[in-house]
C-alpha cells in the first residue's frame, strides 16, 4: 500500500537533518562511540544497529509484563537490572548508527525517519517500564506524568522541528542521553532496595501545603458562586490535603511539571517566533505560519491527552462484568484484578502504538515537507474507547481495548512497512542491509 506521494518522496529525498547541539555529557561519550564504531563490521547496517538496541527494550518489556503485570508487585532484581541495561544499551547504539552511516556512506533520509521512529515506538516500553519500577498502578499518576511529563514534551520538539528545520530538545547542560541515564538510575535503585523506596513517604513542606489549601480553598469559592457542588467537593480537598507524599509521587510530580515546562517552551517559541527560521529551501508544502502552528497544536496534543485518558480511566473488573469477562474466569480461572492488570496493559499498549504512528506521521511530514494531517486512526481509537467506556456501554470495555491495540498494532505495521517499502525503492537502498555498490 502507497502512503506517499511522489512530491512527498522527493521533498523526502532531499532533507537535510539539522541536530540542536550536544550537551556536555553527549561530549564526554564522543570518544567512545567514535571507538565503538569502528569495532563494527563494516556490513552491518545502521538501521539494524538501531533495531538492536530496540530489540533491548523489548526484551526488558517483557521480562517486565512476566514479573510484574499489574505495575504493582515486586519484580526480581535482575528485571530492573536488565531494564536498566537495556536503556545503556539502546541510547548508546542510537548514537552509534549514525555514526555507522557515515562511516559506510550510506547515510539516507530513511535513517533519520527509522531513528526517530523506533524513538516513538519505543517510548511507551520504556515510560511502562519506569512505572513498574516505581509500582505507580494504571490511573491519573501513570497518564499524567507519560503523557505530560514525556509524549507532549516529545512530540512537540518533533513540531518544533517541523517549523524550524532544527530539533530542539533539552539544554547543553540536559538532553536525552542525561534523561536515559536517569531513568537507569531508577531502576537501578529499584534493584537494590526494591519498590519499598519508591513508597517511603516524605513530609511535604508546610508552605507547599498552606499554598494548595488556598488555590482549593479560592476555587470552592468561585464554585459557590456559580453554584452546584463545585465549592462542596473543592472545600473537601483543601481539608484533606496530605501532609506526606510518597518519593515515588514526588518523582511523578517533578517529572510532570519539567515535561510541562519544557512542552510550554516548545509552543511559545513556535507562536512567538523566536524558534530559528526554516530555510526558504526546506518549506516545500509545508503549512507554516503561526495560525497553521496553532491548528496543529490541537490535533496533537488533544490526542495524545485523549490516550492518556483511556489509561486514566481503568475499567473494573467488577464493573466490567458481562459475557467476555464471565468467559475469562471459567474458562481460565481469571479473576477481576487479572483481568484489571491486562486491560491495562493494552490500553498503554494500544496508545504508544497510536501515538507512534501520529508521531511517524509528523516526521515525515516535515522530513518530505508536506502538510501535517491528522492522525485519524488514533482520535477514532481513543474517541471509541472512551465513548463505549464511559456514556454508550455498548460492549465489554476489556473486549472493545482488545479490538482496538489489534487495530492500532495493524495499522501502524501496514503503515511504516509501507512508506519504508516506498522510501527504498525510490531511493534505491535496502533498510537493514547495505545494498552492494556496482564497483564491489
Not at 517483557?62 to 514479573?67: D, E, Q
Not at 492488570?341 to 490500553?347: D, I, L, M, V
Amino acid at each position: 500500500m502507497k502512503f506517499l506521494s511522489q512530491q512527498a518522496l522527493y521533498g523526502l529525498q532531499s532533507y537535510k537533518y539539522k541536530s540542536g547541539g550536544y550537551t556536555y555529557l553527549d561530549s564526554l561519550h564522543n570518544p567512545f562511540w567514535n571507538y565503538l564504531v569502528e569495532c563494527l563490521p563494516t556490513f552491518l547496517a545502521p538501521n539494524l544497529i538501531t533495531l538492536l538496541g530496540a530489540l533491548g527494550i523489548f526484551l526488558a518489556y517483557a521480562a517486565n509484563i512476566t514479573f510484574n503485570a499489574s505495575f504493582t508487585d515486586e519484580a526480581p532484581s535482575w528485571v530492573y537490572v536488565l531494564t536498566a541495561a537495556s536503556i545503556v544499551l539502546y541510547i548508546n547504539l542510537d548514537c552509534v548508527d549514525g555514526k555507522q552511516a557515515r562511516r559506510t556512506k550510506t547515510s539516507s533520509p530513511l535513517g533519520q525517519l527509522f531513528d526517530h521512529g523506533v524513538d516513538a515506538l519505543v517510548l511507551h516500553m520504556m515510560l511502562a517500564n519506569i512505572s513498574a519500577s516505581l509500582g505507580v498502578a494504571c490511573g491519573w499518576k501513570m497518564a499524567s506524568a507519560a503523557c505530560l511529563g514525556i509524549m507532549v514534551p516529545w512530540v512537540l520538539a518533533q513540531w518544533e522541528e517541523y517549523h524550524s528545520g532544527i530539533m530542539m530538545y533539552g539544554t547543553k547542560y540536559y538532553g536525552v542521553l542525561e534523561a536515559n541515564y536517569c531513568i537507569c538510575i531508577v531502576h537501578i535503585i529499584s534493584a537494590i532496595w526494591g519498590l519499598s523506596f519508591w513508597r517511603t513517604l516524605l513530609p511535604l513542606p508546610e508552605p507547599i501545603v498552606s499554598i494548595m489549601r488556598e488555590v482549593l480553598l479560592a476555587a470552592a469559592g468561585l464554585a459557590g458562586r456559580l453554584g452546584g457542588r463545585g465549592e462542596e467537593l473543592a472545600g473537601t480537598y483543601a481539608q484533606s490535603i496530605p501532609s506526606h507524599v510518597s518519593v515515588a509521587d514526588a518523582a511523578l510530580l517533578f517529572v510532570s511539571t519539567a515535561g510541562f515546562a519544557h512542552g510550554l517552551h516548545n509552543v511559545v517559541r513556535v507562536l512567538g517566533g523566536s524558534s530559528p527560521q526554516l530555510p526558504k529551501e526546506e518549506e516545500g508544502h509545508k503549512q507554516l505560519g503561526r495560525r497553521a502552528a496553532a491548528l496543529q497544536l490541537l490535533p496533537l496534543v488533544g490526542t495524545t491527552i485523549l490516550g492518556a485518558f483511556t489509561v486514566a480511566l481503568p475499567c473494573s473488573g467488577s464493573s466490567d462484568a458481562g459475557p467476555w469477562q464471565e468467559l475469562l474466569r471459567s474458562s481460565l480461572g481469571l479473576d477481576d484484578s487479572v483481568i484489571d492488570a491486562a486491560y491495562c496493559r493494552f490500553s498503554f499498549s494500544t496508545y504508544g502504538l497510536l501515538y507512534a504512528l501520529m508521531a511517524t506521521q509528523l516526521i515525515i511530514a516535515h522530513m518530505a515537507k508536506e502538510p501535517l494531517v491528522p492522525c485519524y486512526l488514533a482520535l477514532g481509537c481513543f474517541g471509541a474507547a472512551l465513548l463505549n467506556s464511559h456514556m454508550l456501554h455498548i460492549a465489554s470495555p476489556s473486549l472493545v481495548m482488545l479490538v482496538l491495540h489489534t487495530i492500532a498494532l495493524a495499522g501502524y505495521l501496514i503503515y511504516t512497512t509501507g512508506v519504508i517499502g516506498q522510501i527504498c525503492e525510490h531511493l534505491g537502498i535496502n533498510c537493514l542491509t547495505i545494498k552492494p555498490t556496482k564497483d564491489a
